[in-house]
C-alpha cells in the first residue's frame, strides 16, 4: 500500500527509482514468485508508465526492468528485437549477454556469436564483462563441437563391420611347444588345439551307470487319469487303546457345584448338626485379651 500511494501520488524527478524500489521489495518478499508475488503485472504496469522516456534508455536499472518483464513473456526473443530498434539497453552489455545466452540454450549458435560480436562493435558497458562472457561462449561451443565429432566417429566406427575374433574352447587340449621342455602356448585358438574326438564323453563309466539307474518318468496327471492307475484312497483304523491324558496341576474331578455346602438343618425333625471345631488355635493379642477378662 506505502508504494502504490507513493507511485500514485509521486511528483519527483525519478519516478523509476520508485518502481525499481517496489519490484526488488516484491522479490525480496515472494522469492518463489507465484500469485501472491503478482510481479508480472508490477513490471508490465512499470514498462507502460514509463514508456518513451528516452532519458532512461540508457539506464541499466530501466533496462533490468525490460529483462525481468522478458522473463514472463512467452517469447523473449521479440523483447531483445524490439529493445534493439529502440535503442534501448543497446549502449549496455547486459542486453547482448542476455540476449546471447537466450539464443545459445535453443542451439543457435551462430545467431549468439552475431549477438556478441555487435555488442563488442559497440563497446557496449561494461566491456570486459562482455568480453568475458564471450569468451566462455566460445569455449563452450567448441567443446560441444569435439563431443559432437566424437560421436559421429563412435557411430562410424559401429557402422563398419567386424572381423569375428575365434573362441576360446573350454576343456580342450593345447599342441605343446618343445621337445625337451614342452611350453603351453599363449594364443590358445585355432592352430594350438589338438584335433579331438568331439563325440567323446567327459563322463566315466560308473557316472554313466549311475545316471541310467537314476531315470526316472515325470508324473503326468493327464496321461496318469487316462492309462494309470487311480490314487488310493486312505482306510480308516480303529485305535487299539487312546492315549492316557498327562497329569494337569489344580485339575479338579467332576461333581455337582453344591456339593461343598453345609446342609440345612431340618426343623421337623429333633436332629442337631454338630458344628466342626478347626483344627489349629487363632492367634490374640495379650492386650485384647485383658480388656475381654
Not at 211 to 218: D, E, H, I, M, Q
Request: aromatic share 8%; proline share 7%; with cysteine.
Amino acid at each position: 500500500r506505502e508504494f502504490e500511494s507513493e507511485i500514485r501520488f509521486y511528483s519527483g524527478d525519478d519516478p523509476l527509482d520508485v518502481w525499481d524500489r517496489y519490484i526488488k521489495w516484491t522479490e525480496q518478499t515472494f522469492p518463489q514468485g507465484g500469485k501472491e508475488s503478482n510481479l508480472s503485472a508490477v513490471l508490465e504496469r512499470a514498462v507502460k508508465a514509463l514508456n518513451e522516456q528516452q532519458r532512461y534508455y540508457k539506464d541499466p536499472r530501466y533496462l533490468n526492468l525490460w529483462l525481468k518483464f522478458g522473463n514472463c513473456c512467452n517469447e523473449p526473443l521479440d523483447l531483445y528485437s524490439y529493445l534493439h530498434s529502440q535503442e534501448i539497453g543497446t549502449t549496455l552489455a547486459q542486453l547482448y549477454i542476455t540476449w546471447a545466452e537466450e539464443l545459445e540454450a535453443r542451439g543457435s549458435f551462430k545467431k549468439a556469436d552475431l549477438i556478441f560480436q555487435e555488442g563488442l562493435q559497440r563497446k557496449a558497458e561494461p566491456l570486459d564483462k562482455l568480453q568475458s562472457h564471450h569468451r566462455q561462449f566460445q569455449a563452450r561451443v567448441s567443446r560441444q563441437t569435439l563431443l559432437g565429432l566424437e560421436e559421429a566417429a563412435d557411430e562410424k566406427d559401429i557402422d563398419l563391420p567386424r572381423t569375428a575374433e575365434p573362441q576360446r574352447s573350454s576343456l580342450a587340449d593345447l599342441k605343446g611347444r618343445g621337445k625337451k621342455n614342452v611350453v603351453a602356448p599363449i594364443s590358445r585358438v585355432g592352430d594350438a588345439l589338438k584335433a579331438t574326438n568331439q563325440n567323446r564323453s567327459l563322463q566315466n563309466p560308473a557316472s554313466q551307470q549311475l545316471s541310467n539307474n537314476l531315470r526316472f518318468a515325470v508324473f503326468d496327471e493327464n496321461s496318469a487319469s487316462a492309462s494309470g492307475p487311480g490314487i488310493p484312497a486312505l482306510t480308516p483304523q480303529s485305535w487299539t487303546a487312546p492315549p492316557a491324558p498327562k497329569a494337569k496341576e489344580n485339575e479338579l474331578s467332576a461333581g455337582p457345584w453344591n456339593s461343598g455346602r453345609r446342609p440345612r438343618s431340618n426343623a421337623n425333625s429333633g436332629m442337631e448338626v454338630p458344628c466342626t471345631l478347626p483344627n489349629f488355635i487363632p492367634y490374640v493379642e495379650e492386650s485384647a485379651l485383658q480388656q475381654v477378662m
